[in-house]
């Protein structure tokens, strides 16, 4: 959090939680500011983190499945979020049902759906698969009820020991009725490093699994409500502006899956993920915000492809990736990833001179973060090989980008006379 309140993105010195505490006071006092802790475990220390933000005079708002302590959240601040009242979860169960004013629910359908929410404990999540399941298969109500209503069987959810069993055997309904594609492609969707992803990339995956048409595994996890679709008219047409994101139920189950399944169908699955978003940044470098939609996924695809050694697709994310750390201020993430891909790059022994510019581009921005950073010296030191490279190959619009870069550079530096 005191990365993202420096103006430069740094992270700071300290190191000891008490230092960080000191820190937090002195960088955050003064400041108007929402601090959000989502999903506070009951093991972690919060008053460590809580106290000082507090005292500097944040405004604080705190989620957990726990009530937290006193000294953390005070009882007339503590709000306690039940689950839906019975005519609440009715009222869900209908509408995923698709039953309109024009087609309504009979009293004995209607029966059946009392049965039915009442099962799976008017948990929300779960009542909204069950209504959109029974409309796909065209389930009698009465025998869903039946189904829920008996104790066997069922999907466990990894990490989730507070669902209902007839939670768990809605997402059973829900998942193990379908085509062995969707749910394939279902799973595949933890490749992304976030439950939100686009359209089109979600779609890559399916390719990239051998579907032939994933377009209809993808429109039954929309119609089972596994997956919710939304529009983002913010974005330009030519971007994945229509967006796919999983409940954290759900994405915590596909993530089980997908870990089961071979570390080889793991890996290609992950690099058609990675490849595809190295391509969406390359074409889309300049668009700052259609990168920030899918900052995280960009990222999780980096950090995969370090660690599994595709040297070619960090330089691909990197490249498409630089100007955004530029000019959204990401200075620390910059530099690490960039430090990453130069390093890829200047181990590629059959460059070719579109390698080697494109190289040298890493460069330039890498130089730029440093600068901003404020290591002049060694952002002047990476410029020059930049220039070096932009001059063997000929392009003059990155030798002069370069040479203004390095003029700034060295004026910082004192040297007024090499930097005119």
């Not at 700071?12 to 230092?19: D, N, R, V, Y």
């Not at 000082?52 to 959240?73: F, I, N």
């Not at 330009?236 to 596909?254: F, I, T, V």
């Amino acid at each position: 959090m005191l990365i993202r309140f420096d103006p430069l993105r740094r992270a700071p010195e300290a190191t000891e939680l008490s230092q960080l505490q000191d820190a937090a006071q002195s960088t955050l006092r003064g400041k108007q500011a929402l601090v959000v802790l989502d999903n506070v475990e009951p093991e972690l220390p919060a008053i460590s983190v809580v106290a000082p933000l507090r005292s500097a005079g944040l405004t604080l708002l705190l989620t957990a499945r726990q009530t937290l302590p006193h000294t953390v959240a005070s009882a007339e601040a503590t709000r306690t979020l039940d689950l839906l009242r019975a005519e609440e979860a009715l009222t869900l169960f209908i509408s995923a049902l698709g039953r309109t004013n024009a087609d309504p629910i009979r009293p004995a359908e209607r029966a059946a759906a009392e049965r039915i929410v009442a099962a799976l404990g008017n948990h929300t999540l779960a009542v909204k698969l069950a209504g959109a399941y029974a409309a796909a298969e065209g389930r009698d109500l009465e025998a869903l009820a039946r189904e829920l209503g008996n104790a066997a069987g069922g999907l466990t959810l990894p990490g989730d020991d507070e669902t209902p069993e007839a939670v768990r055997r809605t997402f059973a309904l829900s998942l193990d009725t379908l085509p062995a594609d969707a749910q394939q492609l279902f799973a595949g969707l933890a490749v992304f490093a976030t439950p939100e992803c686009g359209r089109q990339a979600a779609l890559a995956v399916g390719r990239g699994l051998g579907q032939s048409h994933p377009e209809q595994s993808l429109h039954l996890l929309l119609t089972r409500a596994l997956v919710d679709p939304s529009n983002d008219e913010t974005l330009p047409q030519d971007s994945d502006r229509e967006r796919l994101r999983m409940h954290p139920l759900l994405r915590a189950l596909a993530e089980d899956l997908y870990h089961r399944w071979p570390q080889a169908e793991q890996d290609a699955a992950a690099l058609v993920a990675a490849q595809y978003l190295a391509n969406y940044a390359e074409t889309h470098q300049t668009a700052d915000s259609v990168l920030a939609a899918d900052e995280g996924n960009l990222s999780g695809a980096l950090e995969w492809a370090h660690a599994h050694d595709h040297p070619e697709v960090v330089v691909d994310l990197a490249h498409g990736m630089r100007k955004f750390w530029d000019v959204r201020g990401r200075y620390g993430e910059g530099m690490r990833y960039l430090t990453w891909a130069i390093g890829e790059a200047d181990r590629h022994t059959n460059a070719t001179t579109d390698d080697r510019r494109r190289g040298a581009e890493l460069g330039l921005t890498y130089s730029t973060l440093l600068y901003f950073t404020g290591h002049v010296a060694d952002g002047a030191l990476v410029l020059q090989r930049s220039l070096a490279v932009f001059r063997t190959v000929h392009d003059r619009r990155g030798e002069g980008a370069a040479l203004g870069l390095l003029g700034e550079l060295t004026m910082g530096l004192g040297q007024n006379d090499a930097a005119e």
